[in-house]
């Protein structure tokens, strides 16, 4: 892992965070929770056997299950507990709770203003926790946690908001979800809120695990696995969503305004293939739904999903002009036209460089590179 560096310098500004010393005060009790402990139809899933994970990292290899038989937990006020990196320092993607086979590297303080102490509040246990190490420049980067209980079984997915930013999303997602938890939904399943509140001024949003197995793991390249029918239903469920109207802040898509037919759809967002996966009912497994907005033709996720398959293989430029070529063959399911496919994919290409924009970083280079010589050329928009 090239980045493992700058992996490692996020994770030493997280710690504190999550881990303050005892000297900085006690932290406060959750301010908000729904239902302590709902589920989706059945309990946590035990963490022996294959394991069910939440995971909305966009490098789901993976990595050893946690020793159901760690360390025990060090007790008084200035108690510290080991930590381990796995698979191992110089390949970091999660820190654990210290195991008999793991190496201590990190040594950290435990007790009433730890985030594992809240999170113990929250769900009336003990819980000891996993920290998702992620990569480096991602404008959305936030710490993600795994919440386990005593006997190892996983509680909950964990996202912490700690920038501006990464507050502002899951506060969104928040909203989204509870929206969601009411709608009739038939082929998407999506997490429900377990809790949210604020936390040391950091926001906390735990959220049901979804019962995906790691040998269903969907990498990039093995995406097929999902039916393309699957997909196809799954995005027109969305984009359908008789919801109220729930707009990421800024993100305008140009020429559509949301009384004209065609801005009348939602999206999630983020598509993404390391974001779903098929479930073992025949439904489709959703996660990570921070930019799910409304008032976008239909369309924009399946454009979504095949840009960001095809970044995976080629350059942004050729992406893009692959994206614009193809508009027609991803857009048949819905019935678009070729010149409505053509500027559907033009208004998606720009609404994701704007978005790019507002967060001040630019994972595919300056839009004058990638977008601009292949729309500035087209006569679709208005």
Not at 36 to 54: C, E, I, K, N, Y
Not at 263 to 276: E, I
């Amino acid at each position: 892992m090239r980045d493992f560096r700058a992996r490692i310098r996020y994770l030493d500004e997280v710690i504190p965070l999550l881990y303050p010393p005892p000297t900085q005060g006690p932290a406060p009790v959750p301010t908000h929770s729904p239902d302590p402990m709902p589920t989706q139809g059945s309990d946590p899933m035990p963490m022996r056997g294959p394991a069910p994970v939440l995971t909305h990292d966009p490098d789901p290899d993976p990595d050893p299950d946690p020793d159901p038989d760690p360390d025990p937990v060090p007790e008084g006020p200035h108690a510290y507990a080991a930590y381990a990196l796995v698979p191992s320092r110089f390949l970091p993607r999660r820190l654990v709770p210290r195991a008999r086979w793991t190496p201590g590297r990190r040594r950290l303080p435990q007790g009433s203003t730890t985030i594992e102490a809240y999170l113990g509040e929250v769900f009336g246990q003990h819980v000891r926790a996993t920290v998702h190490v992620r990569p480096a420049r991602r404008a959305n980067r936030k710490p993600i946690l795994e919440a386990r209980g005593p006997s190892g079984t996983l509680l909950a997915f964990v996202k912490i908001g700690d920038t501006e930013l990464s507050r502002a999303l899951i506060r969104h997602e928040a909203a989204t979800l509870t929206l969601l938890a009411d709608a009739a939904l038939h082929t998407v399943t999506p997490p429900r809120v377990l809790h949210h509140g604020l936390w040391n001024d950091l926001e906390v949003l735990a959220l049901t695990p979804l019962p995906i197995t790691r040998s269903r793991m969907p990498l990039p390249i093995t995406c097929g696995r999902i039916p393309p029918s699957l997909l196809t239903h799954a995005i027109h469920e969305i984009a359908t969503l008789p919801t109220p109207l729930v707009t990421w802040p800024g993100d305008v898509v140009p020429g559509s305004g949301k009384s004209s037919e065609a801005g009348a759809y939602a999206w999630h967002g983020d598509f993404s293939p390391w974001n779903m996966a098929p479930a073992a009912d025949g439904r489709l497994l959703v996660w990570d739904w921070e930019r799910f907005a409304t008032g976008v033709p239909l369309g924009f996720d399946a454009l979504h999903h095949f840009f960001q398959r095809a970044l995976r293989r080629m350059p942004p430029a050729t992406a893009a002009e692959a994206c614009l070529a193809q508009s027609l063959a991803t857009l048949a399911p819905f019935g678009l036209s070729a010149g409505e496919s053509r500027e559907t994919a033009v208004r998606y290409l720009i609404a994701l460089a704007d978005r790019h924009e507002r967060d001040g970083h630019h994972p595919l280079g300056p839009p004058s590179e990638w977008l601009n010589p292949l729309v500035d050329h087209q006569e679709v928009l208005p």
